[in-house]
């Protein structure tokens, strides 16, 4: 039986299976994959393509999303992933191939950007969905939204309250497939907490486009890779994925070598022998098997970005002075008595919730605001490379990269330097000579990055340089600045990109700015304690209204959730019974071979082999049969304690 998600065929190895140990044996992966129930496809693209412009997005692809599957998208920035997700909405159309809906589908879709009326008020907002707004009151009390909430303007919210509310919306519409674009673009750590609990436990299907590799981490079972004009699903985590793609890779680079080494051996034959009569057939005969040859097409690797900062210009001691700093706008004070030094070579991480003023900071430390009341004082030669989400707009829409990357580089900078970290921005050949008008949006941000970068400023202040970027860019700057001797002082909600680069934690709360004693790790665990108490988060509650509901009549939470624990202990004693009986049934067939061949007509020169080979089946079965039956007594008592829980329920047990 071909594997149903790769279409690959047996003998495996196929690393697609999961639910099953990769080591486990070709007779427990196929009883196990013949077991396993085909779940239903909610939407599938067939032999799907779509060109934007000049450029052809994907060609020919197919992909599937089945029921209760959390997908992540990814791939480098420009090949597709929101056109995907526009396609499967209804928004975009593809040019070629069928997009196939179930009837069962009730899809929902949160956009990156969406638009408000002024005075809407999150419950005439909800007023348009399914679910009842009483239930959608308590279900969003679980997101954390007050009563307060539901009644003063959405516009008046901070933006991880109105990602909030567009979630509850989308929940309220009951949807069993959720399309999730860039969900955590400039959430706060709070709320993104909160959104990865929700979508850990919602039991729909979902598929949403994230650059943050821990959120996906921690959210999704399956991953969609967009890359090169081909669509590819992985079932596992994002680890599982970098882990297959490497093993596949290299797999198929040996296979290549392989028959790339035996064509050679056979062109060499041909050449050497060809015109000599007594070998004239064979080289005929060899060249002949070049056409049965399977060949093997090892695509190219995507180009990656390996960027290198610059070294900075030498700075003494201090870099920046803060003392006694008021920061506000007009008459409002947003943070107050800013006391802090900032040494050479710190790399300081600026956490808090979104208002409480981080960006303020960062722009009082890079001179855009000016103090209400206080001083900054630099320390000698000290420059700042500020960064922002806006800087990108500030770029000259007419020049070309490589002009605009000159521009904001120092005087030390060759043209080839600017050339090379052009490069290493993924703006190599003609693509550097592009006019900075017909740039994507992730493409602006590197360039205005480039110029940051090129400038040689020893203390650099970046907010959320990350965001838009893609896996590749993401990871060569945080191995960049990581390296990086200079002072960073950087925003980020990004918990990988925070942990790997920052050696200090500054933490903007209540309009106060103070160093956070511990480590970022435990930065983040005393948020996620509170931000879960404080809400109330009922994970439960909000988890059964998302599912598809395998609760049966009569039946309690805390009972449901035991008994998914013994079904899920009970399919696993099942998988180990059968591969433990298809073992044995392996031994004793092969012992009987090897018997019955010792009877018919002993190959004396093979007997003492034949003997040794029976004795190891003889323990094979032996353990095999060990086995199966601590399994079946394991599976005995799981039967028995599901038995007893659903009868005390008045539910109907089945039996297995």
């Not at 790769?6 to 044996?25: I, M, R």
């Not at 060109?51 to 992540?72: P, S, Y």
């Not at 793609?245 to 035996?262: C, F, N, T, V, W």
């Not at 304690?641 to 297995?656: C, H, K, N, T, Y």
């Amino acid at each position: 039986m071909a594997c149903r998600d790769h279409a690959c065929e047996p003998p495996w190895p196929c690393n697609h299976l999961t639910g099953v140990e990769q080591d486990s044996t070709l007779a427990e992966k196929q009883l196990w994959y013949d077991a396993r129930p085909m779940p239903a496809n909610l939407i599938q693209l067939q032999a799907g393509s779509k060109t934007f412009g000049m450029k052809k997005l994907f060609d020919a692809a197919t992909v599937a999303i089945n029921e209760g599957e959390h997908v992540g998208v990814i791939g480098p920035n420009g090949t597709g992933k929101t056109t995907l997700m526009k396609i499967c909405s209804g928004e975009e159309t593809l040019d070629e191939g069928t997009l196939v809906r179930s009837n069962s589908l009730r899809l929902g879709y949160l956009v990156q950007e969406i638009t408000w009326k002024p005075d809407a008020t999150l419950e005439e907002y909800l007023e348009e969905c399914l679910t009842s707004k009483w239930e959608l009151k308590s279900l969003g009390n679980g997101l954390g939204l007050s009563e307060e909430m539901f009644h003063v303007p959405i516009s008046s919210l901070s933006g991880g309250y109105r990602m909030r509310c567009r979630l509850l919306h989308l929940i309220g519409n009951e949807p069993n497939l959720m399309l999730l674009d860039e969900p955590t673009n400039y959430l706060d750590l709070e709320t993104l907490l909160v959104l990865e609990r929700f979508l850990q436990d919602y039991r729909g299907a979902f598929m949403l486009v994230s650059h943050d590799r821990e959120f996906l981490r921690r959210t999704t079972d399956h991953i969609v890779e967009i890359e090169s004009g081909e669509i590819t699903k992985f079932p596992g985590t994002i680890d599982d994925y970098f882990e297959e793609k490497s093993l596949l890779r290299e797999q198929l680079e040996k296979r290549a070598m392989s028959l790339d080494a035996k064509r050679k051996s056979i062109l060499d034959f041909a050449a050497k022998f060809g015109a000599k009569a007594t070998k004239a057939k064979q080289a005929q005969a060899r060249l002949k098997s070049l056409t049965r040859l399977e060949r093997i097409e090892v695509k190219a690797l995507p180009v990656t970005a390996t960027i290198r900062i610059p070294h900075p210009t030498r700075i003494g001691h201090i870099a920046v002075e803060v003392r006694s700093v008021d920061l506000g706008y007009g008459d409002r004070h947003v943070l107050r008595d800013v006391d802090i030094d900032l040494l050479r070579g710190d790399h300081l991480a600026v956490v808090g919730l979104n208002g409480q003023g981080k960006s303020t900071f960062l722009k009082g430390l890079a001179n855009i605001l000016k103090p209400m009341n206080g001083h900054i004082r630099y320390g000698h030669q000290v420059k700042i490379g500020y960064y922002a989400q806006h800087v990108s707009e500030e770029l000259d829409p007419n020049r070309t990269v490589l002009a605009e990357l000159q521009q904001g580089a120092h005087l030390d900078i060759s043209p080839q330097e600017v050339r090379d970290l052009a490069g290493s921005l993924l703006f190599s050949g003609d693509s550097a000579e592009k006019k900075v008008k017909v740039l994507s949006g992730g493409e602006k941000a590197r360039v205005a990055l480039g110029k940051i970068l090129l400038s040689k400023a020893p203390v650099l202040v970046l907010d959320e340089p990350i965001n838009h970027l893609d896996f590749d860019t993401v990871e060569a700057l945080t191995q960049a600045l990581k390296s990086y001797p200079g002072t960073v002082v950087f925003v980020s909600h990004d918990r990988g990109f925070v942990q790997r680069v920052a050696t200090k934690i500054l933490e903007v709360r209540d309009g106060r700015v103070h160093s956070y004693p511990g480590t970022y790790d435990e930065y983040v665990w005393s948020l996620q304690k509170g931000a879960f108490s404080e809400v109330g988060y009922d994970t439960d509650q909000i988890a059964t209204k998302t599912e598809v509901s395998s609760a049966k009549p009569g039946e309690k939470t805390n009972d449901r959730e035991k008994r998914k624990q013994l079904e899920k202990k009970q399919r696993s004693l099942e998988k180990k019974s059968s591969a433990a009986e298809q073992r044995m049934s392996e031994a004793q067939n092969r012992i009987a071979e090897l018997n019955a061949e010792l009877e018919k007509n002993p190959p004396w020169e093979r007997t003492s082999e034949i003997v040794e080979e029976v004795g190891r089946l003889e323990k094979d079965l032996s353990e095999a049969e060990a086995q199966w039956v601590t399994a079946n007594e394991e599976k005995e008592k799981i039967d028995q304690e599901l038995q007893s829980l659903m009868e005390a329920q008045g539910i109907f047990a089945p039996s297995r």
